[in-house]
Structures are given as C-alpha cells and as structure tokens.
C-alpha cells in the first residue's frame, strides 16, 4: 500500500465530487439537460475571471487559447512584444513566430520578473507594436509578473493589447481582468479549476473584441468570434467537452461555495509555509523576489540530483512534485499549491521532502520544516 | 423515475467501467505511470484504424484533427476537391476557404452518396489538385461514401491525398487504412470510441508525411509532426487529456476482448434491424442506397413534426436521439448504432418512436417494428 499525493504544477488534484459528478452516464450535448449546465458554468467563471466579460471555453489544452489569442486579434507582419522569462513566455514567441508576427522579445532571467519599465521603454520606441504577451505565473520558474503595472502602460495606448496567459493564475491569486484593464486573459482546466486537463478558457475586453474585426490570421478551430456567438447560445462551435464541463460547472460551485478570497488566502498560505520550511531548512528559493502562490520553485542543494531526488519522491513515497525544465532541469524541484490543495498535503510535501533530501545525504534536521510551516498554516484555522 | 438512453450519433454511451476507470484519481502526465497507459492506447489505436502508421492523439473535438489535416498537409493556394454531401462535408470546404486554398466542390444530394466516376473526372481535368476530402461516414445524412474506390483514385496520384473524416466510420464499419492506401484517416473520441468528447486522433501515410515537409500553411497547437516526435516518447507536445486517455486505454482493451470483426457485424446487424423496423411501419429511409451503419436517417411521416417527435422521444420517454440539420430540419430522425449499444438498445428504440409516432397521430401497428427487428438481431446470439 502507498497513499499518493499530487503536488505537481498541473495536472493538479481532482475532488472527489468533480471526479463522481464526471463519472455520471453521457448526455448530449445538444440538449436542454446539457445546456443548462453550461449556463451556470459560462456564469460561475465570469466570478472566477473577475470579469463581467464572456469566458470562451475550449476543447484543448491552454496551447491552444493561446494560439487564439494570437490568431484571432492580430494579423501577419504585426508587431508585438513577447516576456520571456521562461517555458511559458518563449512558447508567446513561438507562436508569435509561427503565424508571422515580429516579436520583440524581453528576455528576463529565469527566477526574475519582469520590469514594467523595461516595457515602457520598448513600447515608447516602438508604438507601432500591436500586444505584449505575459505570463501572470510563469509556471516553469514559479514567478509572478506585474501585470498590474503592465496593464496601466498598454490600457491607455489605444492599439496596443495586453494578452495575459493566466493559466496557473487565475483562481490562484488576484488578476482581476476588468478592474486591472486586461485585454486577453486565459487559464486551462488542469490548474487551479482543479479538473483533468482538457479545457482551455480565454476571456476578451471590449478593446481586444474590437482587435478581431481586422485579425487577418487564418484560424478555424479556435475562432473567437463563432465561440462567443455560440456562447450566447450555452454551446460551443464544436462539440464541446461534455464530461469536462459537466465537472467545471461542479467546481464552480466549489469555488463559490468558498469564496474567491479565502482561496487566493489558502493559495498565499500554502505557499508562504512552504518557503518558510525550504528556507528553514537551509534552501534556496528561486523566485524570492516575485514568487507565484501557484508554486514553489527551490533549488535543490549541491551534491543531489534533482532528477533523482524528484523520481524517488514519485516512484518510492508516492508524492509527486515537478523538476525544472531546460536549464534548471536537475537543479530546482516545484511544489504546487493550486487546487485541491490543503493545509495537510503541503505538511507531506515538507516532511517528504525532507526526509528525500536526507536519503541522498543532505544534513538536515527532521522538524525544523514543520516548525517553520506549521504556525502559517495555523493561521487558516478559526 | 425514467431511465435514460443516448441513442444520438455523439456522444455516445459511455461504459461503465470506462467511467469508473477515468473517475480514479488524477495522476500527472510526464510519469511513466502515465507513458505506460499512453504506449497501450497508442498500440490499441493502430488496430482500431487498421494502420501499421502512428495514430496521433490530439485534445481538441474533432473537427481539430480536420483543420490539422488541411493545415499540416497543404499550402495557401493549392487546390483541393470537397466531396460535399452533408453538414461535415461542407466542414471541409469552409476550412479549406479559410486556409486560403482553392476549393473545387462537388455537391452530392443529401442522403446519397459520390460517384466515384464524377471524382475521377474533376480529378483528370484538374491534375493539379493536391487533396481531396470526404467523410467515410456523413453523419448528417447517415450516407457511407465510397472510400475505397476513392483511394483507387487517388493512390496512382503521386501529388494527391485523400484525406477521410471517420469520425463517426472508425470502429464501425471497415476502413481499413493501409490496405486501401487513404493517406489521412481521423476520428474524435465520442463516437464509436465510447468516451466522452474531447479526443481526436489522426493517421497519415508515407505519402501524407511527405506533404508534411513543404505544407506552408501557418499553425501552431495542430502540428502533426511535432505530435509524431512526442508520441514517440509516448506523450503529446502539449498538455494531454489525461483523463480522456486513461478512458481510452480502457475503450481499447474493450475492442480487443470483443474484437473488431465482431464489432463491425454488431453494428451492420443493428443498422440491419433499425431499418427493417422502420421500413416495416411504413417510413422511408434517408440513405437507402448506401446507408452507414453509424447511424440510421429516417424520414418523419408527413403531418408530424420531426422536431418535436424528437423532443417528445427525448424529454418525456428519456430516449435520446437525433433530429435533422438545416434543410432536414424537422424532416428527418437518426438513430445510432455506433459505440456501447447492443441489441435491446435498439430493441427500446425502435419501440419508443413507435410509440412516440403514434402520440402524434401516425397510424401504425404496435409491435410490427419488433416483429422485423428481431429475427435480425437474433443473429447476434449463438
């Protein structure tokens, strides 16, 4: 017997009554009964979106809402500015690159955020440029962009769109779409909607509307304009996921039940007991600056395999939590707090850690995580 | 209470123990745990298409798996010939206009299906063509086209594909890829392969990988080489529905018990005996020449209207199946026989439009269904 645990970026763990709820027998799609599901769903993400905007939902996974951001608001031979401070970020550039746009890409170290004023600066010497591409929390190095300070420089240029993947924010912590002035915000069902991965959402400002009435990309699948005409209808273009969203309108309900607050709190809790433990135990973190509550990038310490250490957690204790990627492949582990995630999976995620760690022959102190962790995660207690 | 039943050409049921198998906790998917069940669903997908080539899975519907297969194989420009004789026929040419190629079309009554002369002969008068796209099974008009005498067509055309939408044909009736030499072969998840929405798949010949290489048409989520290069590794370039995949697995293992030989002749005897019924109290047929045995079209008597004969069918008796689109709106119902349905399935069908029918004032003699269903579907008991 060995209990698992999931604690990776995505896909994140799935409650139990999600999982019951899409284990019910197939309906059709084109159907009152389905319908109204969807209704309630397309309501319940304009609260999580923070958006009185329509939230398109898509059959993909959040590749694909990205795509359509691209393809559906701008045209070849345009110009736009892609953040690349990670996995995330370069995949803005590629797909920038794949349809014909020049990109002026801000490469921003990995483990660092971006500067607005970086931004400004390419922005005022460039006002030709159509969009900046950001990620609100690049997953792949546990970083938050300020995507505040970034949506008060494109909201007052009247042709430039902020496109904003939120794939590991949204209901993560605030980005509040219409408040902050986004363009472009989309997520994917695998994070923090705490469903398998399968959906991709991706809601529009009025602005960003009006950008698809030029939009010269050729596009088919992820046509915004059909999808928002369908949605009016509580469809899609395309046969929509029906056991997906039959366990979005579940969690929705979860969400509301909760409270869009006390979750951004949980996610703040989580994360920040987290590091309180890495850094007890003598780690480094690698975005201390900008963290996002999303995740907990750490590096791991010299002399261990971070390949290694991840696979042992896995396959031997059951907890699975992610590696890095590219370059920090083997030299960071990431521990997720989005979801279904509570205070008693990130005291496994510590103690598992820790006594992983002393396996491979790291000198710590068994506790010393726990004690630094557990009077945070108290404090979510009445 | 009132027991449902789904009897609509997708989403089709979907088995209980494939429901369970994808209600298991959520695991991630770059674990060999995963690879392990990805590598099973690979293998069991060649089968089902008949194909010693890869079967790509992509996270879309599956009008996904079209648009992938006209924008990873062709150009803007290049000319293409649509076989239109339906709803998803005209798919084809609408995203064949919207990667700026040249359509040449050739409109086939509804309810019947192509000459295979008449394609013959565009195809010699335009040697240019690169394409041409049919479905093996145009599930608006229940019409099977003749795709084996296609692919005679198009094989001793070194310059010309022919690409097949059989999304409602694979797993029901032969199409056997290879050995009719069709150079693209797709299908989606919530037909014949018994899972809900949100898969779809597609197989390519050498002949169509070699179009891969000079395709200029612009994409980014549906790019089939890149697909090719993952599934190598027993993964999928982007996020994977991982639950939908682990349903799959299940799905596959279910073909290879039963297998396909014997599931071809399930579904023939079922189209069999839904015909004979409905033939025998009095109704016409929709595609009687060359039905599919996906879905069977029958024409509303006059004086009822088929639109809502179906909602009755559906909301009061809880009997699911599908009405017509456009011009046979209200003109037509279909009944499935793709995926989990077995011979009491149509033994209910049949008995609730009898019965349904004779609500709405049609004169008929109840049990003269059954009595030509039964001998038929006898035949699928030793």
Redesign the interface.
Known sequence: MKK?F?L?P?????PERV??A????????R??QFSDIFAEAKEGLKYLFQTKEDVLIL??????AM?GSISNLLS?GDEVIVINGGKFGERWG??SD???LKVHWINVEWGKAVDPDEVRKVLDANPQVKAVMVQASETSTTVAHPVKELAALTKIRQDCLLIVDGITAVGVFPVPMDEWGIDVLLS?S?KAFML???LAFAALSEKAWKFTETAK??????DFKKERKNLANNTTA???????IIGLREVLAMVKEEGIERIYARNERLAGATKAAMEAIGLKLLAPGNPSNAATGVYVPEGVDGGKLVKYL??TMGV?I?GGQDHLKGKIFRISHMGYVDTFDIVVAISAVEMALSKFGYSLEFGKGANAAQAILLEGYE
Chains 1, 2 share one sequence.
Do not use: N
């Open positions: 698992g999931l990776a995505g896909p994140t763990p799935v999982l019951l899409m284990a019910q027998p197939m309906i059709h799609h159907t009152p059959a993909s996974s959040g590749t694909g795509e070849p590629k797909i794949a349809y014909g994917g695998q398998p991965p399968g990309c050729r596009r088919f699948y992820f395309y046969t929509p996921a029906v056991s997906l896995r396959d699975t992610a």
